[in-house]
């Protein structure tokens, strides 16, 4: 079992272009999520979603669009990316219990 | 409303204790503990229910008063391997399944 994978594991974009994430999960989870992690800031939900077809914001969703394409697929889209949106973003995945965290996608955004 | 985690950080010599708090303002359904290393995703430890039910590893403990909004997380005879930066996460009624972090407490164990 892979656990939870995220595509790509770094980028470097140009403010105002746009990107999407990419996370799986093979533990068959219901509940998927997408944080951002920013220094001395601990870890921000900007999205989640509790089953297949829905999705809900989370603390920071401002400028980022999801898709929970089918049970095990889950992405995040920035449609105009900005130096602010600068990140560490983690994908995770719970069913009842903790949640399992994606080894992350280090974002600069210049 | 983000909880609040005291100390922010602790260094340590192995086999001492150490208890991570985690406070909140608001009634909570749950309290999830994580524990990152740096550079790596966090590590789900354990989790604490509302009325009392525990799930976790058996060398870290913790505790839930749902009176005073707190838990506590307590590391016993403490090995280097629990260095890093523990994160607790918790849950309200209502919004259950979405969890709101504090900001982080970072644990350094010296030989």
């Known amino acids: 079992n892979a656990g939870v994978t995220q595509t790509p594991k770094f980028q470097v974009l140009k403010t105002g272009q746009s990107m999407t994430l990419q996370c799986a999960q093979d533990?068959?989870?219901?509940?998927m999520y997408w944080y951002r992690q920013d220094p001395g800031m601990g870890l921000r939900l900007i999205y989640y979603s509790a089953s297949e077809g829905t999705t809900d914001k989370g603390e920071v969703p401002n400028g980022y669009n999801v898709s929970r394409l089918n049970k095990r697929e889950f992405s995040l889209r920035l449609e105009s990316a900005a130096p602010s949106q600068t990140s560490v973003y983690f994908c995770a995945s719970s069913e009842i219990g903790g949640e399992y965290f994606g080894p992350g996608t280090r974002l600069t955004v210049t | 409303q983000q909880p609040v985690q005291s100390p922010q950080a602790v260094i340590l010599r192995e086999g001492e204790d150490a208890v991570i708090n985690c406070s909140s303002s608001k009634a909570l359904y749950s309290v999830h503990w994580y524990r990152q290393k740096h550079g790596e995703a966090p590590v789900f430890l354990m989790i604490l229910l509302k009325g009392g039910e525990q799930k976790g590893h058996e060398k870290i403990s913790a505790s839930f008063n749902e009176k005073k909004q707190q838990s506590s997380l307590y590391l016993t005879a403490s090995q280097l391997s629990y260095s890093g930066t523990y994160f607790c996460g918790t849950e309200t009624p209502g919004n259950t399944g979405k969890l709101i972090f504090g900001q982080g407490t970072t644990l350094q164990v010296k030989p």
């Open positions: 533990m068959n989870h219901n509940s």
